[in-house]
């Protein structure tokens, strides 16, 4: 009830955001994120990460004495949806926007926000997000050049597979794992042996389990959202699968953990932000998201609390609130805990906006993600 | 070999659950002439009303109950009183129009009321394998099996072996003629909408540990029931059974075998067959009416 009151307080003033005086003492920031659809998951998470950040941020007095106006607008977790969304904040001349979550909304809408020299913080992971030559995008979580290499890794040193099955959403994101995936996989001299697309939304996954277990592979790469993930998962366990299951963050994450529940068990991969991170400031969060939120958070979560940490530091090493000036100076930046505790981690971006921070190894045991290893930044 | 059983088993499976979906389908078109079109919603809800219910304190099998009856009373009872009186008088398009409104209201109030995430929805038997043949099949596939055709066995028991179940059918088949024999049309009418309240109650316990309890479940499911009912044959039960089950098999196999990418455009093709060559339906049969 709170949430939905802070929620209406921050959309009222965001959309009444017109007069010159309001404009002065706050600074608006929207969120376009997937609130309801297939991407729900992700796009709820993101913004009660977002919420917190700025909750604590306006309670210390704002950027730059400036408090931040927030306006959350729901895809539907649709492209167009999207697209039309950020056309609708760009009148209302945003200092940066956030979202969307989902990567094919973030290619479909990147273009606008870059045409009005927008800087736009995105929770997509597709690699073509950034190999656009867009100035103005910023990830908050790896991409999938970034984050393939280091599963392709573990399956040939950890699990030293010699052949797998890769079964993937067909959206922008799935699209884009598959392919970094398998060329990572050809380079390392593993065989895919099965190659199964599947729909975003797809309910029943009979058909695509028995195809992967035909394949008889040594690992199976599983690459799709939240629901499906855990759909899936449920079916490989109804039909008895029994190969090493490796996914790449989100099937690790903790709502597929909850909607999958003990088929979730034995599933290892690569993570990129995790709530389980042996990390002192991240488990802190943790703890405070969840007795705010009453649910435990996954890495969108993290990826749109951090965000918003980001947009602070940046701007407050700018010392003004230009959109052009942000997007020149976050371009390169490091920023570490010392410097911004929000930030969790440190953090870097690239001149391409990619993001570069340790990751971590992680499996899911009775219910619960452990880490068994961290790994370095790529940068080191 | 044992891919063909296993596609097959969990096929029959998820087929067995759009035939109890088609099966109120159709009752509901022969008593009292209403195409509900917000018969995939009817099957989302119930879970929601366990999911409530669990959330209360309740064990799963007091939350299946307490689903169940409320089914009966809301989307039976009310719907009838609310929904289908007042509008039936004007023909059947109004009357689709308000189940269409129907649907999306059902839809939005549990996105906005409960959550618009999937939520998980315990399963009625632990997953464990039984070994058939060289395949692998799983006892969740059975006991889905088991309790759809529990449930159809039951009502065809009802319809065709009691006195109620002819009054049913009479009334289906010619109300005014059963009204001359003495039959309350009303109220045989009525038991239809509670039935398929019951039935689709029993659909989402079955459905929803596959996929998950969420407010877009009845998009995919009516339309499937739809199909069902129309390549099976509106006017029958045993050929909305026959279509839910084709569509579910057919689902699996084409998913496994011809494309997973396409799989939603076979019962499509089956239906455009269908209609062409039989339109009344596989087992169906022609009716003829007066203008």
Request: proline share 4%; glycine share 10%; with cysteine.
């Amino acid at each position: 009830m709170f949430r939905l009151s802070v929620f209406a307080t921050a959309v009222a003033a965001g959309v009444g955001m017109t007069g010159p005086a309001l404009a002065q003492s706050t600074v608006y920031i929207p969120a376009i994120l997937e609130l309801s659809g297939a991407g729900a998951v992700s796009g709820t998470n993101f913004r009660d990460g977002m919420l917190m950040a700025v909750d604590e941020i306006n309670a210390k007095g704002g950027i730059l004495g400036r408090k931040i106006e927030t306006q959350l607008l729901d895809t539907q977790s649709d492209a167009g949806i999207s697209r039309a969304q950020v056309q609708r904040v760009l009148d209302n001349k945003p200092y940066v926007i956030f979202g969307p979550v989902f990567s094919g909304s973030v290619l479909v809408a990147m273009l606008l926000a870059q045409q009005a020299e927008i800087p736009e913080i995105v929770g997509g992971e597709a690699a073509a997000i950034t190999q656009r030559n867009n100035p103005y995008v910023f990830r908050t979580s790896f991409g999938q050049q970034f984050s393939m290499p280091k599963i392709a890794n573990y399956i040939r040193d950890g699990i030293k597979a010699k052949t797998v099955a890769v079964l993937w959403v067909n959206n922008d994101f799935g699209k884009g794992g598959r392919d970094n995936f398998i060329r990572e996989m050809t380079s390392r001299n593993i065989k895919v042996v099965a190659d199964v697309s599947t729909e975003s939304g797809q309910a029943d996954f009979s058909a695509d389990v028995v195809k992967i277990k035909a394949a008889n592979a040594d690992a199976i790469f599983v690459y799709t959202n939240e629901e499906e993930s855990a759909r899936f998962l449920r079916e490989a366990r109804k039909q008895g699968v029994r190969t090493s299951l490796i996914g790449e963050t989100t099937l690790l994450g903790q709502k597929v953990i909850e909607l999958a529940g003990d088929a979730a068990n034995g599933v290892r991969g690569h993570v990129g932000l995790t709530v389980d991170a042996p990390i002192p400031a991240v488990k802190e969060f943790a703890e405070r998201f969840k007795k705010r939120f009453n649910y435990v958070c996954d890495h969108n979560g993290i990826k749109g609390y951090t965000g918003v940490y980001f947009v602070r530091h940046v701007t407050e090493k700018t010392g003004k609130f230009d959109s052009k000036g942000f997007a020149a100076a976050a371009h390169g930046i490091t920023i570490t805990p010392a410097q911004e505790p929000g930030i969790l981690m440190e953090a870097t971006w690239d001149k391409n906006g990619d993001i570069d921070r340790e990751s971590f190894l992680g499996e899911v045991v009775n219910g619960q993600q452990k880490i068994v290893e961290i790994l370095p930044k790529l940068g080191k | 070999m044992a891919s063909f059983i296993q596609l097959l088993i969990s096929g029959l499976a998820t087929g067995a659950i759009y035939a109890l979906i088609a099966v109120g389908f159709t009752l509901l078109w022969q008593t009292s002439q209403t195409i509900n079109f917000a018969q995939g919603e009817f099957v989302m809800l119930p879970a929601f009303f366990i999911l409530a219910s669990m959330n209360a304190g309740a064990p799963f099998w007091l939350a299946a109950l307490i689903g169940i009856a409320l089914s009966i009373v809301v989307l039976g009872l009310m719907f009838k009183l609310i929904i289908v009186d007042p509008m039936l008088k004007y023909g059947v398009l109004p009357l689709v129009i308000s189940t269409i409104a129907l649907s999306i209201f059902l839809k939005e109030s549990v996105k906005d009321f409960y959550s618009s995430q999937a939520q998980p929805f315990p399963a009625l038997v632990p997953a464990t394998d039984v070994h058939v043949f060289d395949a692998v099949v799983s006892t969740q596939s059975l006991a889905v099996l088991a309790v759809a055709i529990v449930t159809v066995a039951a009502l065809h028991l009802l319809l065709h072996s009691t006195r109620l179940g002819r009054s049913m059918q009479a009334t289906a088949q010619n109300p005014t003629l059963a009204r001359i024999l003495g039959i309350p049309v009303q109220r045989m009418v009525l038991y239809t909408f509670l039935i398929n309240g019951m039935l689709v109650a029993i659909a989402s316990i079955l459905i929803s540990p596959i996929y998950l309890a969420k407010f877009t479940n009845g998009e995919t499911l009516g339309v499937a029931a739809f199909l069902a009912a129309i390549i099976g044959g509106f006017n029958q039960v045993r050929g909305a059974i026959l279509g839910g089950v084709i569509l579910g098999v057919l689902d699996n196999l084409s998913a496994a075998y011809i494309s997973s990418q396409y799989r939603g455009a076979f019962p499509l093709l089956i239906l455009i067959a269908i209609i062409l060559w039989r339109p009344q339906g596989l087992l169906g049969r022609i009716e003829e009416r007066t203008v």
